[in-house]
C-alpha cells in the first residue's frame, strides 16, 4: 500500500475535527520534492541544519531546516524539475558532497546528508561570534559594533596589526563613506564632524585590537546554537541580484507583490519579482557628482509612489509609479554641504499638511520639504551643533509629528508638526542607541535598540515604552517592525539571524539564514498567513525572503 492510500484510509475512519490536520500531514509526507535526513557520526541525527538547494543556473536559492529526527523537507511547489546543488549550514560541520541532485515532477527525491566535524571552522563564524569568543570586555567589543557597517568582523581578528597600525587603520576606515563595502570602497570627500578626534581613546582601542588577534587555538571559540523547534519550521528563499556588488539596503513590496530595493553604494532602485526572479533597474538621478553614492531609506507613500534618501547626494528622489520618472529636491545651499547625509524620509502622512520628513545624520537635525513650494526647512535638534548626538531615524504619527532616534543616546525626540515643539523620550534602559524603527497602527514606534540589545517600543499617545531584551548579547538590532498577529521582528548586522518576538511572552524565535547576510531594513508582508518577512542581503547581493510555516 502507498503513502498516498494510507492517508485516505485514515481520513476516511476518522472523527470531522481530526480530518483536516490528517490531511495536511499526508499532504506535507507526499508532496515533497526533495528529502531526507542530515546526519553525522557524532550527532546521529543533527537538528537545525540548514539545506540549501539551488537549480544549476539559476538565480534562485531555496532552504528549509531539518527538524528534531533530523528530516528536510523542499515542498513540492518549491524546486522546479531539473538539477540541483545542495549546501548546507551547520557551523562546525562540513557535508560530504552529495553530488548534483535530480529533481523530477513525478517522484520525490530523496538524499541524506552525511555531515563531518571539522577542526578549524572559524571562517564560519558570524560577527557576533567572534565578538562571544574573543577576550574583552564588553565596552571594548561594543566598539566593534562600529566596524561592522561595511564588512564583518573576520578581517579584524586575522590582521594581526600593531597597536600604531590599527590606529592608522582607524583614520583610514573613517575616511570611507557607509555605503562602502570592503572590495568596493567610497571615500567621504568631507571629514565627518560626529567623529571627535581623540588620540587616547584611539591608543587604548588600538591596544584592545593586539588582544584579538586569532591564530588556531588562540581562545576558544563560541558558537551560537544551531535552531531548534519553531526555529526550524521555516523556508527561506534568497533572489541573487544581477549585480554582484548590489548592496540592496532596504527592500519594500508594492501592493502586486513586488520587491523593490535600494542600492546603498550605487544609484539604483530595483525592481524584483518573486514569481520570476527578474530584476528591472532604474538609475536614480546623481545630484552631487563629487560626493558618494548610494541610497539608504525606501518608502511608499499613499499613492503608492516610492521614496529614497540619497545620502551624501544631499537630498530625496520621488519615484512615481505609473511613470516611472523620478523627481528629486536637493537640500537648500545654506544646509547643504559635505557632511549633509539625508538617510531617511517619511512620506506617509503628508496628506495632514502636505509636508514629508527628512532626517540628516550629517547635521543630525531634521528637515521638512513643503510639497506645493518645494521648498526645505530645517528644525535644529540640538542647538550648539548637536556634537555628541546621532540622528538616525525619523517617522511620523497619524497627525504626522515627527520622531526622530538620537542613536548616540537612549532617546527618542518628537517634533509637534504644529508647534514645531520639541519632547525627548527616554527608554527606559540607559544607552540604548535606538536605531530605526517602523511606525504602527496605533501609534506606536518599534525600534531596534541597536546597543540596547533588543527590540523597544514608544507608544507615542502615552508616552510609555516597553523593551525586551534579545537573549544573546550583541545582537546589534538594527530595525524592528510588528506585524498583524502582535509579534515583533528584527535583525542586526552581526548575527545572520532574525528574530521574532511573541510580546506577550517575551519569546524570541531565532530564525537562522543561509548565508552570512548584513542586515538593515526588516519588512513584513502582512497580506500572507503567516506573514513573510523580507530583507536585503547587504553584502551578498541577494533579496531574502523569509516564510515562517506557524
Ligand atoms: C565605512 C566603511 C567601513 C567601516 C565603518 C570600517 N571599515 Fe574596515 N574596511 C573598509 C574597506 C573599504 C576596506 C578595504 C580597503 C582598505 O583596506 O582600506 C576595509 C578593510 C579592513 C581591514 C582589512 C585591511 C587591513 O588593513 O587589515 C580591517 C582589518 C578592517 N577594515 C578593520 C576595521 C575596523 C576594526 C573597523 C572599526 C573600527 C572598520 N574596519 C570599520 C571599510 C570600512
Known sequence: MTKKKTCLLMVATTAAGLLLAISTFCQ?????????????????????????????????????????????????????PGEYSVQIRATGFEMNDPGIVKVTAEKTATVDLKLHPIEDFSAQLTSEEWLLSMPGT???????????????????????H?????????????????????????????????????????????????????????YALKTLPRPTGKATHVIITEYDLPRRNA??????????????????GQQYLGELDPRTGEVVEYNVPVLKPNEPTGLLDLELDKQGNFWMGETLQGGVAKFDAKTHKFTTWSMPPEVNNDSTQVNMVAPWHDDVDGKVWLADAGSRDLHRLDLATGKIETIVLYPGGGRGHMTYDVDTDAQ?????????????????????????????????????????????????????????????????????????????????????????????????????????SGQYTQYLLPRSTNIRRVYIDNTTTPVTFWVGSNHGASIVKLEPLD
Open 28 to 80: 506535507s509526507t507526499t508532496s515533497a520534492s526533495l528529502t531526507g535526513q542530515v546526519s553525522s557520526k557524532e550527532e546521529g541525527p543533527m537538528e537545525g541544519v540548514l539545506v540549501s538547494a539551488k537549480r544549476l543556473g539559476s538565480t534562485v536559492t531555496v532552504t528549509v531546516a531539518s527538524d528534531k529526527q533530523g528530516r528536510y523537507s523542499f515542498p513540492q511547489n518549491r524546486l522546479q
Open 247 to 264: 548592496m540592496p539596503h532596504d527592500v519594500i513590496l508594492d501592493s502586486h507583490g513586488i520587491a523593490w530595493y535600494v542600492d546603498f
Open 162 to 218: 600593531t597597536a600604531d597600525e590599527w590606529v592608522a587603520l582607524f583614520h583610514r576606515m573613517a575616511g570611507y563613506a557607509q555605503g562602502s563595502m570592503a572590495t568596493r570602497p567610497q571615500l567621504r570627500v568631507g571629514t565627518r564632524d560626529t567623529v571627535v578626534p581623540n588620540p587616547e581613546r584611539d591608543k587604548k582601542q588600538a591596544e584592545f585590537m593586539t588582544t584579538i588577534s586569532w591564530t588556531p587555538g588562540a
Open 400 to 504: 504626522n509629528n515627527a520622531y526622530a532616534t538620537d542613536m548616540s543616546a537612549q532617546t527618542i525626540v518628537k517634533v509637534d508638526s504644529k508647534t514645531l515643539e520639541i519632547t525627548p523620550y527616554l527608554t527606559p534602559t540607559k544607552g540604548t542607541a535606538p536605531r530605526r524603527g517602523e511606525m504602527d497602527a496605533q501609534d506606536r514606534y518599534w525600534f531596534g535598540e541597536y546597543r540596547g540589545n533588543g527590540i523597544g517600543m514608544l507608544d507615542t499617545r502615552t508616552g510609555h515604552f516597553q523593551e525586551w531584551p534579545a537573549p544573546i548579547p550583541l545582537t546589534s538590532s538594527y530595525d524592528a517592525e510588528v506585524d498583524k498577529n502582535g509579534d515583533a521582528w528584527t535583525a542586526g548586522m552581526t548575527t545572520d539571524r532574525v528574530l521574532r518576538l511573541d510580546t506577550k
Open 138 to 160: 564588553q565596552e571594548q567589543k561594543d566598539y566593534l559594533l562600529s566596524c561592522v557597517n561595511c564588512h564583518t568582523l573576520e578581517s579584524s581578528v586575522r590582521a594581526h
